[in-house]
């Protein structure tokens, strides 16, 4: 059954809530929030290299098992390269797992 936008968006701000909320937002520079079906997707500042594999986009996603899949791309000049993509991740892993592929700090 299809989302509506409500609920997509629901569904986006708990991902956003899980990963760290706005401390998240301000500790990365997530920008772009977009939500999606079951997820959301957001950018990072990719231009100053600070970011482990140049990571600039990041996809997040409930899946059916309630738990997550989450992708780490790179994007330059309109070409995409998956960098890693994590599967079965339960809502408390989150963090560690962004924290482990973008050396970003999630929190204070």
């Given at each position: 059954?299809?989302?509506?936008?409500?609920?997509?968006?629901?569904?986006?701000?708990?991902?956003?809530?899980?990963?760290?909320?706005?401390?998240?937002?301000?500790?990365?520079?997530?920008?772009?929030?977009f939500a999606l079906e079951n997820g959301v997707s957001?950018?990072?500042?990719?231009?100053?290299?600070?970011?482990?594999?140049?990571?600039?986009?990041?996809?997040?996603?409930?899946?059916?098992?309630?738990?997550?899949?989450?992708?780490?791309?790179?994007?330059?000049?309109?070409?995409?390269?998956k960098i890693a993509e994590?599967?079965?991740?339960?809502?408390?892993?989150?963090?560690?797992?962004?924290?482990?592929?973008?050396?970003?700090?999630?929190?204070?």
């Amino acid at each position: 059954m299809e989302q509506t936008r409500y609920e997509q968006i629901a569904v986006a701000n708990e991902i956003i809530r899980q990963l760290g909320g706005n401390k998240f937002r301000v500790m990365t520079g997530a920008k772009d929030i977009f939500a999606l079906e079951n997820g959301v997707s957001f950018k990072l500042p990719g231009g100053g290299g600070f970011i482990k594999h140049g990571i600039n986009y990041i996809k997040v996603w409930l899946d059916p098992s309630d738990t997550y899949t989450i992708e780490f791309w790179k994007y330059r000049k309109l070409h995409g390269q998956k960098i890693a993509e994590y599967r079965d991740i339960y809502n408390d892993q989150l963090q560690d797992v962004f924290t482990e592929e973008t050396g970003l700090q999630t929190h204070l």
